[in-house]
């Protein structure tokens, strides 16, 4: 059904009603009756055909949480900024399917008027920046995020956003998106209580050196750190080293060198690493006593190299090992080394070498 008829019934005869689950349904329109669910908390549309929310639904005063996750609302209503006790507020949508070979893969929803007034905001997941003025400026109201995913960011916004960005003591998952692949990230301020840090967009020399105010601001709480579409033309690995409590690292399409090298004693908590999309990294090498801690690696796409890794025989606790968009003749290769004898390791082949 592209309609859902038994929902003005339930707005008249259910009005107490606290949750509101119609994920998945085909549904395209949500009617006006909605609003009469005054005691609403959550209303999930996830993954319907919705495309714009009715104006009543200003009017759910009590609501917590709105998925629109993978629907077709891109704009909200006006009204939303009287839902001033909303607290999670989901509006994410991939537009490419498969793996991520373009930064702009996904879709949020573009900055509400009133969305200041939503000051007990935990989770927005995703927003679009389309002007600076009267949108990024809104974020220094939401003081409770702990959640923000900001997507089409212009290198001119950044001095915006991180004095919002600052401001959320209680931040800790953070993805800066930016409008393009040339776009600069000038991310120079971060609340120190990060924990998960994802930034997709090119970043200025030197962002990753460890007197750069990006890289203290990590520092601290840092656990998880994806870079993708980076373009870093220094090494970021000795810096990166330095974060004490790092955990899981993804690098996909952030680094134009040659060669990463991890050294004995670097990244002591790493428990997962990926490493995507490099095309002029030739070598990899792992030192003895390097992430020591090391449970998933995944290396994918890295079409300049042409020898296998050295040092992944001292990966031996490795659960997972898995080589991703290779060639047949890499294949051979790692059939035939001694350094993955008593490694459990997969791979998939390039769509040319199928």
């Known amino acids: 059904m592209s309609s859902f008829p038994l929902l003005p019934l339930l707005s008249e005869k259910s009005r107490y009603m606290t949750v509101l689950e119609l994920s998945g349904l085909p549904i395209e329109k949500i009617p006006d009756a909605i609003g009469d669910l005054f005691n609403l908390r959550y209303l999930g549309l996830r993954y319907s055909k919705v495309k714009l929310l009715p104006k009543s639904i200003e009017k759910l005063s009590n609501l917590l949480t709105l998925d629109l996750c993978g629907s077709d609302i891109h704009e909200l209503p006006p009204g939303i900024g ?40 935990q989770t927005v997941q995703a927003l679009e920046v389309q002007e600076v003025d009267g949108s990024i400026r809104q974020l220094r109201e939401l003081r409770q995020l702990r959640s923000l995913r900001i997507w089409v960011v212009k290198g001119t916004f950044c001095e915006h956003l991180c004095e919002s960005l600052v401001l959320m003591q209680f931040l800790s998952n953070l993805n800066v998106s930016a409008s393009d692949e040339n776009e600069v990230l000038l991310l120079n ?38 870079l993708s579409w980076s373009q870093l033309r220094e090494d970021p690995l000795p810096s990166l080293s330095r974060l004490p409590n790092l955990m899981d690292l993804c690098l996909d399409k952030a680094y134009n060198g040659e060669k990463l090298e991890f050294l004995t004693g670097w990244f002591p908590k790493l428990k997962s690493l990926y490493l995507w999309d490099m095309p002029d990294l030739k070598m990899l090498e792992i030192h ?19 020898e296998v890794p050295p040092g992944l025989e001292f990966l031996m606790p490795l659960q997972l090992l898995s080589f991703r968009e290779i060639t047949r003749d890499f294949v051979t290769l790692l059939r035939q080394s001694p350094q993955l004898v008593g490694l459990q390791w997969q791979h998939t082949l390039r769509d040319n070498d199928q």
Do not use: D, W
Request: charged fraction near 15%; proline fraction near 5%.
């Open 82 to 121: 009287k839902l001033n006790k909303l607290r999670h507020l989901f509006a994410e949508k991939n537009i490419i399917s498969g793996r991520i070979q373009n930064i702009r893969y996904a879709r949020g929803v573009c900055f509400p008027i009133g969305l200041g007034n939503l000051t007990n905001l």
């Open 189 to 226: 301020a971060l609340p120190p209580s990060l924990q998960k840090l994802s930034l997709g967009g090119r970043l200025p020399e030197g962002a990753l050196l460890a007197e750069s105010p990006l890289f203290q601001a990590m520092e601290q709480n840092l656990c998880s750190l994806r």
């Open 288 to 306: 003895q006593g390097a992430v020591t801690a090391l449970e998933t690696l995944v290396l994918g796409n890295l079409e300049s190299m042409v």
